[in-house]
């Protein structure tokens, strides 16, 4: 179990790594350098050299790279918070502290003020919309895979195929356009604030609506597969006609076999939840992780941009490292492999 677990923890530091460098890589040959993306369009030529010289960006990239590390792993200070400068850059935190992804453009203020509140804003709304698929998946995936061909399950079929073809974008258009426009029931938008005479609960009904429905239909078709499966097992058959109630042989003997595939694919939702959706945050303007980076991306704000990377990637790769451990413990042939 250690080793396992020891290979995936490496596994993860290695990916971490090698995503960091292609993310720094690849802003570092975006138009413009650091020293104007700083400064902005309106400074001089001579400001901007200046700006230049003191954070050496004339250097490789490698020793570009290395320099970004240390300022995130806290070994050195973070240039750009130099007085000198004159650039007015403050952190509560100081210059020198692990985790310093260093200073947002766009909003003026240090990533660790912006990302971390954006990120706990779509945790949030996350952490509802996943309350609520995975019940729903796991109830209406097992009632129609116990009964493959019947109305439940052609029913199941049918909506989860119609529900996942509908991109959120527009599906949301549908929800604003009838609890909004025309019923006037709920707001138009998220914006995590109260205000008359809308409270803070009502604004997240659309936008988990929105996530419920696009993912529902997937996940519960998944399971639904899964169950038909195990059900046509010769242990089902054997257990059935030693006399065995169907219930006991649903939950006992076909539940959890039948949770082996789809465990993975419920696991996924997660990194999808807090990192994919753009487009639910951008039209409910709900102030969340994937609005943020949409809006950095626009706006060329680099430092923001591979903070938001980073944390998404880690936010997979726990997420993956979490699912292979729980695979060892539902499925314990595949400990030793």
């Known amino acids: 179990m250690a080793l396992f677990i020891g290979k995936r923890l490496l596994m993860m530091l290695v990916t971490m790594f090698v995503t960091s460098v292609l993310v720094f890589s690849l802003l ?7 020293a104007s993306k700083t400064l902005g369009p309106y400074a001089t030529q001579a400001q901007k050299e200046i700006l230049y010289n003191k954070l050496n ?3 490789s990239l490698a020793v570009r790279y290395v320099r970004w590390i240390s300022v995130l792993s806290g070994i050195i200070k973070d240039p750009v918070y130099d007085p000198d400068l004159k650039l007015g850059y403050k952190d509560s935190r100081g210059d020198q502290y692990f985790g310093n992804f260093g ?3 766009k909003y003026r203020l240090p990533v660790n003020d912006i990302m971390w509140r954006r990120l706990g804003n779509t945790m949030i709304l996350a952490g509802v919309a996943f309350a609520i698929i995975v019940p729903l998946s796991l109830v209406f ?4 895979g116990m009964r493959e061909g019947s109305a439940l399950d052609r029913s199941l079929s049918y909506t989860g195929i119609t529900l996942t073809s509908i991109p959120e974008f527009a599906s949301a258009t549908f929800l604003l356009v009838i609890f909004v426009l025309m019923l006037g029931w709920l707001p138009g938008t998220s914006n995590m604030q109260s205000f008359e005479p809308w409270s803070w609960a009502s604004q997240m009904v659309l936008p988990v609506l929105v996530l419920v429905l696009y993912d529902f239909g997937y996940v519960a078709r998944m399971v639904r597969g899964s169950m038909v499966e195990v059900m046509t097992r010769p242990y089902i058959r054997t257990a059935i006609l030693k006399g065995l109630p169907y219930r006991q042989v649903i939950l006992k003997h076909a539940l959890r076999n039948a949770l082996i595939a789809p465990f993975t694919v419920i696991l996924l939702q997660i990194p999808f939840l807090i990192t994919g959706v753009v487009v639910t945050e951008t039209v409910f303007s709900y102030p969340g992780f994937g609005k943020m980076l949409l809006e950095a991306a626009l706006f060329g704000d680099t430092a923001l941009i591979e903070a938001a990377t980073l944390i998404a990637v880690f936010i997979a790769v726990s997420t993956q490292l979490v699912g292979d451990v729980g695979y060892m413990y539902i499925n314990p042939r595949i400990r030793f492999i």
Request: charged share 20%.
């Open 28 to 34: 570092e040959f975006t138009p413009g350098n650091v």
């Open 103 to 105: 200073w947002s453009l």
């Open 141 to 144: 995936g097992v009632l129609s």
């Open 57 to 59: 960006l004339d250097d």
